[in-house]
């Protein structure tokens, strides 16, 4: 397990931060986490640490938001997003994270500017939703950062608030367990992260409860500008994380 005092300084807030997203506020909320994390560990134990966390968040979130699925969506979006799993694992340690950063990041603005600037300008096509879904199965097998992709998919859709978070939870359910074997069969869920994992169980439950009683009493509107507002912030910073690091 891991001793280092400043560690849980940043691993605390950032397991809290995901578990809120997971509740359903802000589902791109756990982007902060792997850099929050990352400044006392490398980027790649801090996505180890996380992932057996995300899974017990996850089986948390589908208690409360399984119901509200939209399985159409689902069955569309998952065939890809494994595909997107399977590149990633094949990538896994060649493919830096600078990289990944850039990629997303400049997705996320593309998408923004999109939506908010040039609205008479809309690509609506499968193939949209197929390849966002494929690079939300890569980067979140990555970085844990498939959430930005995710929600460039589905936020155009205007599902009611129940089934954009129902959705996302089961999305991200299957494909956290699924991220499992790769991760595994590379040696990073070892008795030092997952006892560190252990020792944060706590928080992430808090973080899951505190989301899920905050999404029940804000309104639709509100949770689509929250989660644009991540994004917007999110995509800046992995932008800029990614320049910086080239």
């Given at each position: 397990m891991i001793t280092d005092l400043w560690f849980y300084v940043a691993a605390?807030?950032?397991?809290?931060?995901?578990?809120?997203?997971?509740?359903?506020?802000?589902?791109?909320?756990?982007?902060l986490s792997v850099p929050l994390m990352a400044m006392s560990v490398s980027p790649v134990q801090a996505a180890a640490i996380l992932l057996p966390l995300l899974c017990g968040m996850d089986l948390m979130a589908l208690f409360y938001h399984r119901k509200n699925c939209n399985y159409v969506e689902l069955k569309s979006m998952m065939p890809f997003a494994i595909l997107g799993v399977m590149s990633a694992?094949?990538?896994?340690?060649?493919?830096?994270?600078?990289?990944?950063?850039?990629?997303?990041?400049?997705?996320?603005?593309?998408?923004?500017?999109?939506?908010?600037?040039?609205?008479?300008?809309?690509?609506?096509?499968?193939?949209k939703g197929y390849a966002l879904s494929m690079l939300s199965g890569f980067s979140s097998t990555i970085a844990h950062a498939g959430g930005p992709p995710?929600?460039?998919?589905?936020?155009?859709?205007?599902?009611?608030?129940?089934?954009?978070?129902?959705?996302?939870?089961?999305?991200?359910?299957?494909l956290n367990f699924i991220k499992l074997i790769p991760y595994s069969y590379?040696?990073?869920?070892?008795?030092?992260?997952?006892?560190?994992?252990?020792?944060l169980v706590p928080i992430a439950f808090l973080g899951v409860r505190a989301g899920v009683w905050m999404v029940n009493i804000i309104s639709q509107e509100l949770i689509y500008k929250i989660?644009?507002?991540?994004?917007?912030?999110?995509?800046?910073?992995?932008?800029?994380?990614?320049?910086?690091?080239l």
């Open positions: 605390i807030p950032a397991v809290f931060f995901y578990g809120m997203g997971k509740g359903g506020v802000g589902g791109i909320l756990g982007m694992a094949y990538f896994m340690g060649s493919l830096s994270t600078s990289v990944v950063e850039l990629i997303i990041g400049g997705l996320a603005l593309v998408f923004l500017t999109q939506k908010f600037l040039l609205k008479q300008v809309q690509f609506s096509h499968p193939i995710a929600s460039m998919h589905l936020l155009p859709k205007n599902l009611p608030k129940e089934q954009l978070i129902g959705t996302s939870v089961v999305f991200f359910t299957v590379m040696g990073l869920i070892d008795m030092q992260n997952l006892m560190t994992s252990l020792v989660s644009y507002s991540v994004l917007f912030l999110t995509g800046t910073k992995m932008l800029y994380s990614g320049l910086t690091a």
